[in-house]
């Protein structure tokens, strides 16, 4: 059994700042990608950032040059920094995790519950 629990959502000023985290615990071998996906009422869910094991980085259009993504593999735990806030990046935040839990096993999808980030004046 594998959760993921995100922190760290909120409201802030257009131009703030927030920091968002996600923890994987659980039975787990091995962490693969993690990354981090955001979604607004009646739209699907975007990437907004992924993160491999090797540390290779993937940004979307609009939050490149603003959101930084991170991971501390002795946590478990991908960060994900955003800075310069616009309000259209108020949306429900989820993070994602490719996890083997034994080793004879291939990768799951793992997704947080996720967090509001509401960014207004």
């Known amino acids: 059994q594998v959760q993921l629990v995100e922190s760290g959502g909120g409201l802030v000023q257009p131009g703030g700042s927030l920091s968002l985290s996600c923890r994987a615990s659980?039975?787990?071998?091995?962490?693969?990608?993690m990354g981090w996906y955001r979604q607004v009422p009646g739209k699907g869910r975007d990437l907004v950032a992924t993160i491999s094991s090797g540390g290779s980085i993937n940004y979307a259009d609009p939050v490149k040059g603003r959101f930084t993504i991170s991971r501390d593999d002795a946590r478990n735990t991908v960060y994900l920094q955003m800075n310069s806030l616009k309000p259209e990046d108020s949306a429900v935040y989820y993070c994602n995790a490719q996890i083997v839990s034994f080793f004879w096993q291939n990768a799951r999808t793992y997704w947080g519950q996720g967090t509001q980030v509401a960014v207004s004046s």
């Open positions: 659980g039975t787990i071998f091995r962490i693969n990608d």
